[in-house]
């Protein structure tokens, strides 16, 4: 697996800009859907990740601060600003998908 990109002094993405670069990753598939695990893979090749985003997270063993925002996206999709929230992707089991006509109707 390659290497995400990483930059030194930046600040860490936000919660809503790896919510867009899921969107970006869910564009490029014919189904609109992928695993968690497929959106971690894929991810670090539309953002560009710093530092303190490739840092381990303090709450989940073996994985970086920025994989946690992807789990978080599902964990606060009763927020207000959230992805799911507000249409722009649907929690799928082990995933997120893109909201078709039929999931919007």
């Known amino acids: 697996m390659a290497l995400p990109k990483m930059e030194q002094g930046m ?5 809503d800009e790896v919510a867009k670069a899921v969107e970006d ?5 014919p189904s609109g859907r992928a695993t968690i695990k497929e959106l971690v893979a894929e991810i670090p090749n539309h953002l560009k990740l710093s530092a303190e985003d490739l840092k381990q997270s303090g709450t989940r063993q ?5 994989e946690q925002q992807v789990r978080n996206i599902t964990s606060h999709k009763a ?3 959230n992805a799911i929230y507000e249409g722009r992707l ?10 078709c006509k039929e999931d919007v109707a």
Request: net charge positive; hydrophobic share 45%; charged share 20%.
């Open 79 to 81: 927020s207000p600003g």
């Open 25 to 29: 990753v869910l564009k490029g598939r």
């Open 11 to 15: 600040p860490r993405v936000t919660e």
């Open 90 to 99: 649907i929690a799928i089991q082990g995933g997120l998908a893109l909201p």
């Open 62 to 66: 073996n994985e970086a601060v920025w």
